[in-house]
């Protein structure tokens, strides 16, 4: 049976939260974990104000420039609740939005994006299944996977074939006649301003044969055929394992999280619970196993040293710098993660976007709008005069993979620039200057990378 302790704790939050501080740790502490993840992690979440009143307005309304300038709200309204998050509802939203994909570039109208994000939210640890008609019938995916031109006369086949190749069947466990007879089955869903709606004279009103079984199927009768496969159940958990646990699957444990989905009628929390109160969620193969994310890396520094109110224009800049442009995953697939994260390219912005934090500068130099403190964070550490334990405590707390005795030493040299531990101290006339280059170090190490 696992251990609760701060090392499971910090396990848990690392895939949880984007980002935990000590309170958050002293918080999960105080709870048996079962709780901890039933009332806490799973608890149901107020639907936050949304970022304007244009959420409601006819998208033909907007000039070009008004939607750019709404498009950059609605990332930095996203970011602000993942730094403001303590709950698991984040990490699901973003899990849902890359994988029921949608791209704003071609969407083109924030309010759906807005009504789609909203959905992902509503649903967040909800019924899969349900979660699948909705998003079938959602304006923004209707728009982004040609749904609007899937009618009875020209069947469009693009929805139904991600529909069951990316979103619940997985490859293999159909053939392209199920594509074929599912986009029959999806025809006649048009937009009109903000509202889907489904057009009588464009749908084929006629028998499919799908699945091995023939009837007229309408997009709600098909999807529930598609949730009578248990294939549908093995996708979704493989993905959320991934996800969640590691991208190195384990089968044995996969089929039992999908005999929990399927005994629980396809309800998510159920399965999310089931997950995280594992032993097999803690085994310590996978402390510090998956590549963060630019999302974890970035919103996740920020709440580590509670930075309360950054400049989020410039972090939308920095996402799309690394990759993870928010409301844009690079095709229907979304991002792979893991890996492909880490490239030539993006490990040196990695490390330049860590420092800017520390140097109040963006990359090109110029000034942002807030800083990390870093003596600020070291005097919460009651540890702070006392460099050797510092320099532990704070890679215990801020690095998830374990740091060797070389890598800590060569932090500790940092943070005395040549002087004896004895002569640390926090009041020192260097300690800011020689706290900035000791974070900076630290959050440029590779296991930093790693959560």
């Not at 093995?234 to 646990?245: A, D, V």
């Not at 310590?284 to 520094?301: C, E, H, N, Y």
């Not at 799309?320 to 993006?346: A, D, H, M």
Request: proline share 5%; net charge positive.
């Amino acid at each position: 049976m696992a251990i609760w302790n701060v090392t499971s704790a910090q396990h848990l939050l690392s895939r949880c939260l984007f980002g935990y501080t000590s309170r958050d740790i002293t918080l999960a502490l105080s709870y048996t974990k079962n709780d901890y993840v039933n009332k806490v992690l799973l608890a149901p979440v107020t639907a936050p104000a949304p970022p304007g009143n244009w959420i409601n307005e006819e998208p033909a309304l907007a000039d070009s420039a008004t939607r750019a300038t709404r498009q950059k709200d609605l990332v930095n309204w996203w970011i602000q609740l993942m730094l403001q998050d303590n709950s698991l509802q984040e990490k699901m939203v973003l899990f849902w939005h890359n994988h029921f994909v949608s791209e704003m570039i071609k969407v083109a109208h924030p309010q759906h994006m807005y009504w789609q994000n909203h959905l992902f939210r509503t649903h967040a640890f909800g019924n899969f299944r349900t979660l699948t008609k909705a998003v079938t019938t959602n304006a923004a995916m209707l728009i982004y996977l040609d749904g609007i031109s899937n009618t009875k006369n020209k069947p469009n086949e693009n929805y139904a074939r991600e529909l069951l190749e990316l979103f619940t069947l997985g490859i293999g466990n159909y053939t392209d006649t199920d594509v074929k007879e599912a986009a029959r089955a999806l025809t006649g869903w048009q937009v009109d301003k903000l509202r889907p709606f489904l057009n009588p004279g464009k749908f084929d009103n006629t028998s499919k044969t799908f699945l091995g079984k023939t009837e007229n199927y309408n997009h709600d009768t098909l999807i529930d055929a598609i949730f009578k496969s248990p294939k549908t159940a093995e996708h979704i958990c493989t993905k959320l394992y991934k996800e969640f646990i590691c991208s190195k699957t384990d089968a044995p444990f996969i089929k039992q999280m999908a005999t929990v989905l399927l005994d629980a009628d396809y309800e998510i929390k159920p399965l999310l619970a089931f997950m995280l109160n594992s032993d097999h969620f803690y085994d310590t193969r996978f402390i510090g196993s998956k590549i963060k994310s630019p999302v974890d890396l970035l919103v996740g520094t920020l709440k580590a040293f509670e930075v309360s109110n950054p400049e989020y224009n410039y972090l939308a800049d920095v996402l799309r710098l690394l990759q993870q442009n928010l409301f844009n995953p690079p095709n229907v697939r979304g991002w792979e993660g893991q890996r492909k994260w880490i490239s030539s390219s993006t490990f040196p912005n990695r490390q330049a976007l860590t420092d800017s934090y520390i140097n109040g500068k963006r990359l090109n130099g110029q000034s942002i709008k807030f800083q990390i403190d870093g003596l600020a964070y070291a005097r919460t550490y009651t540890s702070c005069n006392n460099a050797i334990v510092f320099v532990n405590e704070v890679s215990t707390q801020l690095v998830r993979y374990p740091l060797s005795a070389n890598k800590k030493n060569l932090l500790l040299n940092i943070l005395l620039e040549g002087t004896t531990p004895t002569e640390w101290s926090t009041n020192s006339p260097m300690a800011v200057t020689r706290l900035k280059n000791f974070f900076k170090a630290l959050m440029r190490l590779p296991e930093y990378q790693l959560c």
